[in-house]
């Protein structure tokens, strides 16, 4: 069987068990703090999350074909760290670590190692951190990159919970001082920040794609005036709207995928989020006003999606932070550089 | 599910990418005469001398067989041309439209005759065509049009008036939409066949329109008992409406809807320099930088699709709404960046870029259907 039918049948498997086991009282039950981990459970037993680790015995799938995967998560707004899993387990594989059980949470943040062996800074927010039997970052040390990795146990004492919009179990981690459970240089293809960020962008494209299927149906049945709202040449141009950003995030998302596969350093993250991140602002406006009061309230399930588009735009970097990253690219390397990098 | 929208990543093969060094030297070479007032015209800058040395390269009509001068290249190398031409913002006017629309219209539907008269002369870059499909009471909602064409002894008379028509005044032939068969009271859609009119035929009368540029690009044609010979007659006769909208894929998702206003950038980086301390402007920069790598990646999937065979209407509607935004934002955004002046002064290539590209970007989202229509597209494919 060939590598993208591995990946198209597990994407297609994580569709058919996140539909049969998320829904509005389950994503209710995580974000109260109630919900159970019987799902990941269930994600274990697939092995999904082991899928994009290198190595001989790894399956060693590439961004390209776990763009799915992502997305699936991103339509469910599923209640998982599977996204962070699946990338943690693939840093790990490259650095030549041992892979714990259970799912991992990652660093976005500058992170030292001293001379003594004890890693320097904070990071100020961790999604899932609360959950993770392990947690991973790049820390330097001289001209050196580490991936390293703390023990989930170890941090309790450091970390402070966070109510975050997205309300998964977050939270942040003063790090300054504590020694890494383990440690390996590491030659990722892109910086945790870049990664994530491309993550992010895939499971935006993919709530994306399930808010504007929500909206065109409530738009469909929902009448005034006599008629479906959706007869209403207003609604039918806002919805076109927010069918093209995420339309537009999905290509993006895809195209950083594919530069991410050829390890090139690449634009690709930077254009992947500041294009997600606006699809994310513009579809969630454009879905609200669609469903106006009742899109609002803790009863339908709207939000369950929107407030993970609003967290999701602003984590690795919102739209203005990396169109400022990708612009000062630009200008840096002047007037000549700018037709052939983009057909480059 | 609603509409899924069939977008991956497409990269140009080794192959055609083999092309682009010798096409961006050629364009470089040329560039040196063009005025920033010209290169803001972009694909309608018409310059004939151009059109010639293209087609002397093989770059016009290269998709299409041997045996009427073209070269059977894939359609990926044609993109290259296309794509390296438009960067620069070149005059390719006067061989646009024929290498877009009317050639491969002509090669899929046209009689034998048709195809060794007219595809040849394209191929050289010596025929120069327009499109005749509004008229005064026809815009937008285009099946409405009245001017129509009847059978006669040995042919075809036609009566009417076209208008928005660009560049009919330099062109050598129309392909125009004319009634044939039912009014409009049996569908509009019905009942509309496409001719190819020589342009020098007796009653025909062209009156360029003043654009609020100062400049006629797009004009009024009477039509006054027109006579045209059986020949005249293009594809299935009184289904010229089909015929037309088979083209729009290919009209809506081509890099001419996402770079018309690309030659500002290099332009506005050069006066901008190197060292920007201004996180504002790398902001901006960086957006547009964005979209238009995204919008790339649109365009090449598209493109990708159509040699597959796919008729994705609905993504080239999408990119379409897209680029012509982009194109509409991008003059005004770098006039405020760079705080440059939108005026005509010789020389000073990014102001007269500027002062063009500010007066005619609101027909960007007009030209090839208004961003309504492609609205109302898109939302007919999400089942609204």
């Not at chain 1, 992502?70 to 594989?93: I, M």
């Not at chain 1, 993770?132 to 989930?152: D, K, Y």
């Not at chain 2, 899929?108 to 499909?133: D, N, T």
């Not at chain 2, 509409?328 to 939108?342: C, F, S, T």
């Amino acid at each position: 069987m060939s590598e993208l039918n591995i990946a198209e049948l597990l994407a297609d498997q994580l569709e058919k068990l996140l539909a049969a086991e998320v829904s509005a009282e389950s994503l209710a039950a995580l974000e109260n703090g109630t919900g159970n981990r019987a799902l990941w459970q269930h994600i274990e037993a697939m092995g999904v999350a082991d899928v994009m680790c290198t190595g001989a015995e790894a399956a060693g799938l590439g961004w390209q074909e776990c763009a799915e995967l992502f997305r699936v998560l991103g339509r469910h707004a599923a209640p998982l760290p599977l996204a962070e899993t699946l990338l943690g387990r693939r840093l790990l594989s490259q650095a030549g670590l041992a892979i714990p059980e259970g799912p991992l949470a990652l660093v976005d943040a500058d992170i030292s190692l001293d001379d003594a062996g004890c890693l320097q800074g904070a990071a100020d927010m961790i999604s899932w951190a609360p959950w993770a039997t392990a947690i991973l970052g790049i820390a330097r040390r001289g001209a050196e990159t580490l991936l390293f990795s703390v023990a989930g146990t170890a941090v309790s004492a450091a970390a402070t919970e966070l109510h975050s919009l997205e309300r998964a179990p977050t939270a942040a981690i003063d790090f300054s001082g504590m020694t890494p459970q383990a440690q390996a240089p590491i030659a990722a293809e892109a910086s945790i920040r870049e990664q994530l960020a491309v993550v992010r962008a895939l499971l935006i494209s993919g709530a994306c794609d399930k808010v504007v299927e929500l909206a065109v149906e409530y738009a469909n049945t929902r009448k005034q005036f006599g008629k479906p709202i959706g007869k209403f040449q207003a609604l039918q141009h806002q919805l076109a709207e927010a069918s093209c950003r995420a339309a537009a995030a999905e290509m993006a998302a895809k195209y950083a995928c594919r530069e991410l596969d050829q390890k090139q350093p690449s634009t690709g993250a930077a254009v992947a989020k500041y294009t997600a991140s606006v699809a994310a602002r513009e579809v969630s406006r454009i879905a609200h006003q669609v469903f106006g009061a009742i899109g609002i309230t803790d009863e339908h399930e709207l939000h369950y999606f929107t407030r993970r588009l609003w967290q999701w735009r602003v984590d690795a970097g919102n739209e203005r932070y990396w169109s400022g990253q990708l612009g000062a690219r630009v200008l840096a390397a002047g007037s000549a550089q700018l037709w052939p990098s983009l057909t480059a | 599910m609603t509409a899924a929208y069939r977008f991956s990543p497409y990269a140009v093969p080794p192959q055609a990418e083999a092309l682009r060094a010798e096409v961006r030297e050629f364009v470089q070479a040329e560039a040196s005469h063009w005025s920033g007032w010209q290169i803001a015209h972009s694909w309608t800058g018409f310059d004939r001398q151009l059109s010639r040395k293209l087609g002397e390269r093989g770059w016009i009509g290269m998709t299409w067989p041997k045996r009427y001068g073209g070269h059977e290249r894939s359609a990926m190398e044609r993109y290259v041309v296309l794509e390296e031409l438009l960067a620069a913002g070149a005059p390719v006017g006067a061989h646009w439209v024929a290498d877009r629309q009317s050639g491969p219209l002509i090669l899929r539907l046209g009689s034998e005759a048709q195809k060794a008269k007219y595809l040849p002369a394209i191929c050289r870059g010596e025929a120069a065509f327009c499109i005749g499909l509004s008229e005064p009471d026809a815009g937008s909602d285009l099946a409405s049009l009245r001017s129509k064409a009847e059978r006669v002894e040995g042919g075809w008379r036609l009566n009417g008036r076209k208008i928005w028509t660009t560049y009919a005044q330099d062109c050598d032939v129309m392909i125009g939409l004319f009634r044939t068969g039912f009014s409009e009271a049996h569908g509009k859609h019905k009942g509309l066949s496409q001719f190819l009119i020589d342009l020098q035929t007796p009653g025909i009368e062209i009156n360029p329109i003043r654009d609020l540029t100062g400049e006629s690009h797009f004009n009024e044609i009477v039509f006054d008992d027109v006579l045209l010979g059986e020949d005249a007659l293009m594809g299935v006769e009184n289904d010229g409406w089909a015929q037309a909208n088979a083209e729009l894929a290919f009209e809506r998702s081509g890099p001419d809807r996402y770079l018309s206003s690309f030659p500002l950038l290099p332009l506005a980086l050069a006066q901008l320099g190197q060292a920007v301390d201004d996180p504002s402007i790398a902001r901006d920069i960086g957006a547009l930088v964005a979209e238009l790598t995204v919008l790339r990646q649109m365009s090449l999937s598209i493109q990708n699709q159509l040699e597959s065979g796919a008729t994705p209407l609905q993504e080239a509607a999408i990119t379409k709404l897209l680029g012509t935004g982009l194109e509409q934002r991008m003059p005004g955004l770098i006039a405020d960046i760079v705080e440059a002046q939108p005026l005509r002064r010789r020389g000073d290539k990014l102001s007269e870029a500027l002062a063009y590209l500010i007066q005619v970007e609101p027909s960007f989202s007009l030209r090839g259907g208004t961003n309504e229509i492609m609205k109302m597209i898109i939302a007919r494919g999400m089942g609204l």
